[in-house]
């Protein structure tokens, strides 16, 4: 089953990390996702940039509104995500411990839906 491991941070956290500790932490986890992909665990990563790019989208009664940022007033904001491949629930969980950055921030982890399952159910497979 796949796994979205959605990475949040908090920026002022990591505003106190030294740039080489940074880097340093952005090396190990580079090279772990590598290990991961190389093991057919890891099957897509990708970094955001930062959540003052962003836009948010909401329409409501026919309305629509694009603000600018996340779409909470938060700390924490997505900076990223790694979609995996595990088990059970607990072992994504615990692929999820072998990254760093739950210390600047947190790492949900959340179950794939399998669309192919949803086309079946509403008629379009």
Same mark, same amino acid.
Request: glycine share 8%.
């Given at each position: ?8 941070? +908090? +920026? ?10 940074? +880097? ?9 996702? +590598? ?35 996340? %779409? ?8 990223? %995500? ?21 210390? %600047? ?21």
């Amino acid at each position: 089953m796949q796994y979205l491991l959605l990475v949040y941070t +908090d +920026d002022t956290l990591l505003e106190t990390l030294p740039a080489a500790e940074y +880097d340093r932490l952005m090396r190990g986890c580079l090279s772990h996702a +590598d290990e991961l992909k190389q093991a057919g665990t890891l099957i897509a990563s990708q970094q955001l940039e930062p959540a003052r790019t962003a836009r948010s989208l909401r329409i409501r009664n026919g309305q629509s509104a694009i603000t600018d940022g996340p %779409f909470a007033e938060t700390k924490e904001v997505l900076a990223g %995500f790694n979609l995996i491949e595990a088990g059970s629930l607990d072992e994504a969980v615990r692929i999820a411990h072998e990254f760093p950055w739950s210390r %600047f921030g947190c790492i949900e982890v959340r179950p794939v839906h399998d669309m192919g399952l949803e086309r079946k159910r509403v008629g379009l497979a």
